[in-house]
């Protein structure tokens, strides 16, 4: 490394100036991934509601998608099946069939190469709750009552498999309000609302991203098989003057540790839901998704490119 | 080294074994609620009414991803997916006999959505499920009271089968009857009965074979009807044939149980 980047109170300031005197369309514009992810979100409700109450379907007989986030069938071919419930189904010592076992291996492939943790962002129900009651806690200026690690999921995880050892009922199927909401949109109201509640309220006024961020064993569960999937947020350290204004933003701001960030060049942590925040918010662009193959040789180039300017500085 | 405290004790290792406790505790009280709620939650198992081919009811249970394929699937829209503080264990397909029925689809289109196999594809023919049992009221059946309905006996599919009906001829003064008699080797639980009965509530119910089904054991040896396997065994040994006084010491056949223990 020629030139170790230097952060001045100045470029801090001029940042976040210039996120503040971003005009309407440009403010407008940052918004693309929420908007993009309330899309994804609710045209998956949508497909399914549709499917199961108007009947949609791509041919005669041949239903849209049908089912639920546990498990579905995408267009009568492809089954898609919830891996971690299918492997709580599994520790009960049940023996799978093969189409909830091809459905797990579709899903689990799918986060496991590409997408990392965005179920956590871009399917599940739960994720605009929980973003609702982030965003309104911000307004409000809640402050915590108390604090709890970010690893308590991972013993979360633990427990569940463990308990659904013991009881012989998938441990986390049974009480999970992801499983609640989703079932009880599009096959009848229950109690299930009542979770969504507790999980806004327990999020808005006990704990900042109390449930997504601190409990959920399901986005536990895809913070590992997403730890080395494809798409990540790129790094770019040349540009970043460290005004912090992405990690104010972020919901597992423990990701985006700069230091280990500038050593890899993007956001390693299986925790990154991709949720898209971070990346327009950058006043400098220094946040970007990209592919993981395509991330070191555009640090390269950019560090290159840094460089010469450096070097034309100094002559000047 | 860490340095010993008072009593030879380490302090850093006792710390340590303190927050393993602590840990251990907090576990285990999370993990025996946690437990308590699922096992609290599927208690209600034994009342529901499952699609045909579902597993026993633990089986079942553990093996049911609550996705409703099945729901969507079922050409009468009949199943239901039990809603969180329902009756029913959450999220588990069910339906109501009284207000619809399952209509035995010849090809079980909601056993073949299941993905995880709770609704068994071991079951080939519709006429082999068990969803549960139809069970006659007498008390409040109009048949019984000597009226001519016999609803149940006509819509049943599998008439003449599930539920036959016997005649009861009566003195002049009275009519006969004419009594359904349901049998559990053929009943599938369909409960196109229960829908059908047109008592203002239904005086024959589906009811899960847990709930209402006996079970003889095997020590009953019914010595009249010479059909059946223990008969074959008096005929294959007459001389183990039990004598009606048991032999002081010996071990008594199994006609002679009661005699034995002052009974």
Known sequence: ????????????????????????????????????????????????????????????????????????????????????????????????????????????????????????????????????????????????????????????????????????????????????????????????????LAIFLFDLLILKHGWCGHLCPLGAFYSLVGKTALLRVRFDTNTCTHCGECAKICPEPQVLNLKKLDERGYVFSGECSNCGRCSPICPEGSLKFDFKPLIRSHNTQARVHADAIAVQRRTR | MAEKGLGGLNPSRRDFLVKMAQGAALAGTGGLLWDYILRNEARAAPYALRPPGALAEDDFNAACIKCGQCVVDCPPKILKLEPAGGALPIGTPFYDARTGPCIMCPDIPCMKACPTGALSPELKKIEDARMGLAVIDIENCLSYKGLRCEICHRE??????????????????????????????????????????????????????????????????????????????FKQAPQAAPSLTPEPGGKPGGLDYLNEGGL
Not at chain 1, 119 to 127: M, Q
Request: with cysteine; charged share 15%.
């Open chain 1, 1 to 196: 490394m020629s030139t170790q980047p230097t952060f001045s109170k100045a470029d801090v300031l001029a940042s976040v100036e210039k996120l503040h005197s971003r005009s309407g369309a440009a403010e407008f514009w940052s918004w693309r991934y929420i908007i993009l992810r309330r899309i994804t979100q609710l045209g998956i409700l949508l497909l399914f509601f549709g499917t199961a109450h108007w009947g949609w379907q791509v041919a005669k007989d041949v239903p849209l998608l049908i089912g639920n986030l546990s498990a579905s069938k995408f267009i009568g071919l492809i089954p898609l099946t919830d891996p971690f419930a299918a492997l709580q189904i599994f520790l009960t010592g049940h023996v799978l069939q093969k189409e909830s076992l091809i459905g797990a291996a579709v899903v689990l492939g799918i986060y496991f190469l590409i997408g990392g943790r965005m179920f956590c962002a871009w399917a599940c129900p739960v994720n605009m709750v929980t973003d609702a009651a982030g965003w309104l806690r911000d307004k409000m200026g809640i402050q915590p009552i108390f604090h709890l690690p970010r690893t308590l999921r991972y013993f979360i995880l633990v427990a569940t498999l463990v308990i659904t050892v013991i009881s012989g009922l998938a441990a986390f199927e049974w009480v999970s309000p992801i499983g609640m909401a989703h079932r009880e949109i599009i096959f009848g109201l229950g109690m299930g609302f009542t979770a969504l």
């Open chain 2, 156 to 233: 049943c599919p599998l008439k003449g089968k599930a539920i036959t009906l016997e005649t009861h001829p009566r003195q002049t003064s009275r009519h006969a009857m004419f009594i359904p008699l349901v049998h559990c080797d053929a009943c599938t639980g369909c409960g196109i009965c229960e829908k059908a009965c047109p008592t203002e509530i239904a005086a024959i119910r589906i009811l899960p074979h847990k709930l209402v089904q006996g079970k003889i054991g095997d020590h009953y040896r019914l010595g009249w009807t010479f059909d059946t396997e223990i008969t074959e065994d």
